[in-house]
């Protein structure tokens, strides 16, 4: 649970730098990325239980090429490509495409999150998946057209997600 105190450190942080990374002010402020998502404007973010990450990276996996983050506090990796679908084995998401592969401990996911905000002057669109411990496991952003705009059918995309997930989510709760 997050203090009085910690939230207006975060406010303040992300006041100072409204386009930060949420790690970044989570590193500043001594608490969780989750944390920090929990304390963005609204508007900015919607989010869905973790147990939904499967039913959310099937949808993804028709969104072509999306660029696959992994920030930890000793590197930052990017992949740029599509998702291939995953499929559940035992207690693991995993996903075999060449390009973005490797296995997800799906139930340690306690949030996917649906985030719009501008990242170091640039407007994104991301969906971001939140471990048990406020940590973020990994996000996944919208692709950019050749002129670095997000694309229109990604965007729509996402919206479309959002728009059935977040209500039965919100009903269910």
Same mark, same amino acid.
């Given at each position: 649970?997050?203090?009085?105190?910690?939230?207006?450190?975060?406010?303040? $942080?992300?006041? /100072?730098?409204?386009? *930060?990374?949420?790690?970044?002010?989570? &590193?500043?402020?001594?608490?969780?990325?989750?944390?920090?998502?929990?304390?963005?404007?609204?508007?900015?973010?919607?989010?869905?239980?973790?147990?939904?990450?499967? /039913?959310?990276?099937? !949808?993804?996996?028709?969104?072509?090429?999306?660029? +696959?983050?992994? =920030?930890?506090?000793?590197?930052? %990796?990017?992949?740029?490509?599509?998702?291939?679908?995953?499929?559940?084995?035992? !207690?693991?998401? =995993?996903?075999?495409?060449?390009?973005?592969?490797?296995?997800?401990?799906? &139930?340690?996911?306690? &949030?996917?999150? +649906?985030?719009?905000?501008? %990242?170091?002057?640039?407007?994104?669109?991301?969906?971001?998946?939140?471990?048990?411990?406020?940590?973020?496991? +990994?996000?996944?952003? %919208?692709? &950019?057209?050749?002129?670095?705009?997000?694309?229109?059918?990604?965007? $729509? *995309?996402? !919206?479309?997600?959002?728009?059935? %997930?977040?209500? *039965?989510?919100?009903? *269910?709760?």
């Amino acid at each position: 649970m997050t203090t009085e105190a910690t939230l207006a450190a975060i406010r303040a $942080a992300l006041s /100072e730098t409204p386009h *930060a990374a949420l790690e970044d002010i989570a &590193r500043k402020t001594g608490t969780t990325p989750l944390a920090v998502l929990d304390a963005l404007p609204a508007g900015e973010v919607s989010s869905l239980p973790g147990d939904l990450l499967p /039913e959310v990276m099937a !949808d993804i996996a028709g969104w072509g090429e999306i660029t +696959f983050i992994v =920030n930890t506090p000793g590197v930052i %990796l990017e992949v740029k490509a599509p998702l291939g679908q995953g499929e559940i084995s035992g !207690d693991m998401f =995993n996903l075999h495409d060449k390009a973005i592969g490797g296995h997800i401990h799906y &139930r340690a996911c306690a &949030r996917v999150a +649906f985030v719009r905000r501008k %990242l170091f002057g640039m407007e994104t669109c991301s969906v971001q998946f939140y471990a048990q411990d406020g940590t973020c496991m +990994f996000k996944i952003y %919208l692709g &950019r057209d050749e002129n670095r705009a997000l694309k229109p059918e990604q965007i $729509a *995309a996402m !919206d479309a997600l959002e728009a059935r %997930l977040v209500p *039965a989510a919100r009903a *269910a709760s």
